[in-house]
Each structure stands twice: as structure tokens, then as C-alpha cells.
């Protein structure tokens, strides 16, 4: 599906396999005409592109469903701003394969992209080339029990956000952390924090995490 310019006030949800494209990121845009996700993504084979999504009171796109198998769901070149949720949610207890987000500015969100609940599974997340910065709270959060398989950070920056770029709070990392490239400094707090939580290997290379206000 190919969508042209224009502002489209409505809440959206993806429930089959699709490609959703805009015709211009900055020109295209989603505003959700009350509370709840702006885009809710239900199924399988997902590639959505192109958009400015403009959050409320809930998720720009939210990513959930109790038991739910999700597969092959693909983000990219979107700009997700000023959700008083967070830019992404990955929730709910969701088991989702191979989920990338990629080429996209995650900004001025109370939280950037944020994978939580217990019985929330992500295999194989990768973030590659994105902006999630000047975020009210984290940048990226894993917390309250989800278990992330493999995750992989990669060439993304996770700067300027209030408190933490990387917040691991109460998760599972199984298998290997991968921090590859792009900035995470000037947050608030910590450029990378993680409390109370089970990780596998964490791999950090060329990732600059100086000038954070509390410990890197």
C-alpha cells in the first residue's frame, strides 16, 4: 500500500501481511484522533515506512498481544515524536521474531522504544541507524521481565534523552548483547544502566558513552 502526502488523523491497525508506505516521511503523517496507539501491529510480515507518527496518550506504534506469534515486522524510515507513551512498545506478552527498526528518529517521546512485561519475548531485535534521542525518560528500555534473545544495537544513537540512552531494568538478555557504534551520551543520567538483571554476553565495540551526567 502506497500512501501520499497528507496528514491522516486516525488510529491505524495492521492485522495482515503488508507493506505500508508513505510517500514522504516529514510530509506523510498519522496523529491518532484520541487516546491509544497511534499504529497497532497485529500479524506477520509487516514492513511499514515512510511516516511522521504523531503519538497522545499511548504508543506511536505499539506491538502486543497476549500469546501472540509475530514474525518479520520491519520499521523503517519512520519519525515517531512527542508520544507521551513511548515512540515503540513491544508488550504484552508477545512473542516476536525478527524485529528491526531501522533508519528512523525516535524523539521527544516520554520513552524512545520500549520492550516490557513478563512473558514478552523478542528474538533477533535489531536497531541499526536510528536516532533516539531527546526522549523525556530512556532512550531504549528493556524491563519488567521480557527476555530479548540476541538483541543488537547497532550504529544507533541513544543521546540527549533525560535519563538513560540503554535502560535494562528486570530482563533477560539470552545469548549476546551487541552494542555496535553510535553515540550514547549527554543523558542525564547513564549512558548505559543496568539493574537487577540476567545477561548473557555483552559486547560493546566503538560506542562512545562519554559525558553522561551520572556514570557511564
Same mark, same amino acid.
Given at each position: ?13 495492521i ?18 484522533? /484520541?487516546?491509544?496507539a ?5 500479524d506477520?510480515?509487516?514492513? +511499514? ?9 499511548? $504508543? ?6 497476549? /500469546? ?5 515486522i520491519?520499521?523503517?524510515?519512520v ?6 507513551? $513511548? ?8 512473542d516476536?521474531?525478527? =524485529?528491526?527498526v531501522? *533508519? ?5 517521546n516520554?520513552e524512545?522504544i520500549v ?10 531485535f ?8 531527546? &526522549?523525556?525518560? &530512556? @532512550?531504549? !528500555? ?7 534473545? &540476541?538483541?543488537? +544495537?547497532?550504529?544507533?544513537?541513544l /543521546?540527549? *534523552?533525560?535519563?538513560?540512552?540503554? =535502560? ?5 538478555i539470552? @545469548?549476546? +548483547?551487541? =552494542? ?6 549527554q ?9 537487577? %538483571? %540476567? =545477561?548473557?554476553?555483552?559486547? !560493546?565495540?566503538?560506542?562512545?558513552? %562519554?559525558?553522561?551526567? @551520572? %556514570?557511564?
Amino acid at each position: 500500500v502506497y500512501v501520499h502526502t497528507g496528514t491522516y488523523t486516525e488510529h491505524v491497525v495492521i492485522n495482515k501481511s503488508i507493506s505500508v508506505v508513505g510517500q514522504d516521511a516529514v510530509n506523510t503523517l498519522i496523529i491518532p484522533t /484520541s487516546n491509544g496507539a497511534a499504529v497497532r501491529i497485529v500479524d506477520d510480515n509487516v514492513f +511499514l515506512s515512510g511516516f511522521t507518527i504523531v503519538g497522545r496518550n499511548a $504508543a506511536g506504534v505499539e506491538i502486543s498481544g497476549h /500469546s501472540t506469534d509475530l514474525d518479520n515486522i520491519t520499521i523503517d524510515g519512520v519519525i515517531i515524536e512527542n508520544t507521551k507513551g $513511548a515512540g515503540i512498545l513491544v508488550s504484552g506478552g508477545a512473542d516476536v521474531h525478527n =524485529l528491526t527498526v531501522s *533508519n528512523s528518529s525516535i524523539h521527544r517521546n516520554y520513552e524512545g522504544i520500549v520492550v516490557s512485561s513478563d512473558h514478552t519475548n523478542v528474538y533477533n531485535f535489531l536497531l541499526l541507524n536510528t536516532e533516539v534521542n531527546y &526522549n523525556k525518560n &530512556n @532512550g531504549v !528500555v528493556f524491563k519488567d521481565k521480557a527476555k530479548l534473545y &540476541n538483541p543488537q +544495537l547497532i550504529d544507533s544513537d541513544l /543521546s540527549w *534523552n533525560g535519563d538513560n540512552g540503554l =535502560l535494562i531494568d528486570h530482563a533477560e538478555i539470552v @545469548g549476546q +548483547l551487541l =552494542l555496535d557504534g553510535g553515540p550514547k551520551n549527554q543523558n542525564g543520567e547513564h549512558g548505559i544502566y543496568i539493574k537487577e %538483571s %540476567s =545477561l548473557g554476553n555483552f559486547l !560493546v565495540k566503538d560506542a562512545d558513552v %562519554s559525558f553522561n551526567e @551520572g %556514570s557511564n
